[in-house]
C-alpha cells in the first residue's frame, strides 16, 4: 500500500468544514499561510477541547518572540522526536525548522543524529539539554542546568526547552498511537525554493 492509500490516522479524521467554527477559523489560518491543512489537525480534532488545549499550550511555546528563536525551537522539537522514533514530527517540524533555520539539511542531519551532529555552541546545549529531558529526565542535575547557563542560556530559555520537550513528548505519543501520517507537502517544504 503507498503512502498516499494510508488513512490520514488509524482513529479517523474530521475535515476542516466539519470542524467546530473556532477551530475552523484557527486552522484556515495555518492552512492559508502554509497552503495545506496538517494532519495532525485534522486527526486531533475529533476531540475538538483537546485540540484546543493542545493549540493553546503548542502557541503560548512556540509562538514567543522572546528567549529562543523560533528555529531554536524547532531543533528542540526534530532533535526530540527523533530520539523519540516519532516519524510525523520529525517530517512536520522538520520542514518548519528547515524553513526557519534557512538550511535545506539540518533537518535531515538533527533527526537522524541528533546526539551527535554538529551544532554550534548554543545549539548543542540546546539539543544535549533537550535529549535528556526527553530521554533520562529524572537523571538531570544542576550540572546540566549548569552547562546550558555556561553556553549562554538563561533560565527562561531553560524552561522553554523543558516545555517544548515535553509538550512534544506527548505530541509523539499520540502520533504513535493515531499512527499520524505526514502531509507529503512537509517533504518538499525548506527543500527547494519558493516562488
Not at 5 to 33: N, T
Request: charged share 25%; proline share 5%; net charge negative.
Amino acid at each position: 500500500m503507498s503512502a498516499a492509500q494510508l488513512p490520514i490516522s488509524r482513529f479517523g479524521h474530521v475535515e476542516l468544514e466539519d470542524m467546530p467554527d473556532d477551530l475552523r477559523v484557527r486552522i484556515q489560518a495555518v492552512a492559508d499561510k502554509s497552503g495545506f491543512v496538517p494532519n495532525v489537525f485534522r486527526a486531533l480534532a475529533r476531540r475538538p477541547a483537546e485540540l484546543r488545549a493542545f493549540l493553546d499550550y503548542h502557541d503560548a511555546l512556540m509562538e514567543k518572540s522572546d528567549g529562543l528563536t523560533k528555529a531554536e525551537r524547532e531543533l528542540i522539537v526534530v532533535a526530540t522526536s527523533g530520539a523519540n522514533h516519532c516519524t510525523y514530527c520529525v517530517v512536520a517540524h522538520g520542514a518548519i525548522l528547515r524553513v526557519r533555520a534557512k538550511d535545506p539539511e539540518i533537518a535531515d542531519r538533527v533527526a537522524t543524529n541528533p546526539y551527535g551532529v554538529e551544532l554550534d555552541r548554543r545549539q548543542r546545549a540546546i539539543v544535549d539539554l533537550a535529549l535528556l529531558i526527553a530521554t533520562e529526565s529524572s537523571a538531570l542535575t544542576e550540572a546540566e542546568l549548569d552547562d546550558a547557563r555556561a553556553a549562554g542560556l538563561t533560565d527562561d530559555e531553560i524552561w522553554d526547552i523543558g516545555a517544548i520537550t515535553a509538550l512534544f513528548a506527548m505530541s509523539n505519543r499520540l502520533a504513535h498511537l493515531t499512527a499520524l501520517r505526514p502531509n507529503p507537502e512537509f517533504f518538499l517544504m525548506g527543500r527547494i525554493p519558493r516562488d
